[in-house]
């Protein structure tokens, strides 16, 4: 099984400061990571497909990288309704696994 | 725009089974992987298994001796059967869709989630 860890745990930042959340991989996914954003009592919504890949209606101040084993998600100019959590998923092999998740706090 | 509507009673005496239906809206249940996904209170997301169109199924090894999937192309519906249930059961459980029809893919769609508590 693949383990995916994602750091920080948690992250507390200011209205308009970028936002860098990592997830590491256990072994290569090549780049089939993909990341989501789950707000309280929702259920988690795709934001970026394939490491880098947008998806269609979400904000363009969200950004992925990476390939391999390391990954990150970028929010630049953080808004006030970005303050959630946010998992990471791999679907290179199965059984597919997530990240334990990073919430995200405004200060 | 495909919706995905988990269906199934909230509470399950310990050592039954949990059964759940997903419900597909419209779209078409056919040629795309579905998958079961569960999340307890305050913790991460849980790949519990997935269903082919087909009737073809992959589950996680940490419960493949409990689970049982199936799809009804009729009704445009998969279920999830999870036997011997106990406590650390007790979760909200998604339904998602993955996104290419050949997967593996991003979950593109996903249900509203359905709670689960194990009590007797």
């Known amino acids: 099984e693949i383990v995916l860890t994602q750091s920080p745990d948690f992250q507390s930042v200011t209205p308009k400061e970028k936002v860098t959340i990592t997830c590491r991989a256990s072994?290569?996914?090549?780049?089939?990571l993909h990341w989501y954003q789950q707000k309280p009592d929702q259920s988690p919504k795709l934001l970026i497909k394939?490491?880098?890949q947008s998806i269609s209606g979400v904000p363009s101040r969200f950004s992925g990288s990476g390939s391999g084993t390391d990954f990150t998600l970028t929010i630049n100019s953080l808004e006030a309704e970005d303050a959630t959590t946010y998992y990471c998923?791999?679907?290179?092999?199965?059984?597919?696994?997530f990240g334990q998740g990073t919430k995200v706090e405004i200060k | 725009q495909v919706q995905l509507q988990e269906s199934g009673p909230g509470l399950v005496k310990p050592s039954k089974t949990l059964s759940l239906t997903c419900t597909v809206s419209?779209?078409?249940?056919?040629?795309?992987?579905w998958n079961w996904i569960r999340q307890p209170a305050g913790k991460g997301l849980q790949w519990i298994g997935r269903?082919?169109?087909?009737?073809?199924?992959n589950y996680n090894p940490s419960l493949k001796s409990r689970v049982t999937m199936s799809v009804d192309t009729s009704k445009n519906q998969f279920s999830l059967k999870l036997r011997s249930v106990t406590a650390a059961d007790t979760a909200v459980y998604f339904c998602?869709?993955?996104?290419?029809?050949?997967?593996?893919?991003?979950?593109?769609?996903w249900g509203q989630g359905t709670m689960v508590t194990v009590s007797s």
């Open positions: 998923h791999q679907s290179s092999s199965l059984p597919w696994t």
């Open positions: 394939y490491a880098s």
């Open positions: 269903i082919y169109s087909s009737g073809s199924t």
């Open positions: 998602a869709r993955e996104e290419a029809e050949t997967g593996p893919d991003a979950f593109d769609i």
């Open positions: 072994q290569s996914i090549g780049s089939n």
């Open positions: 419209d779209g078409s249940i056919s040629s795309y992987f």
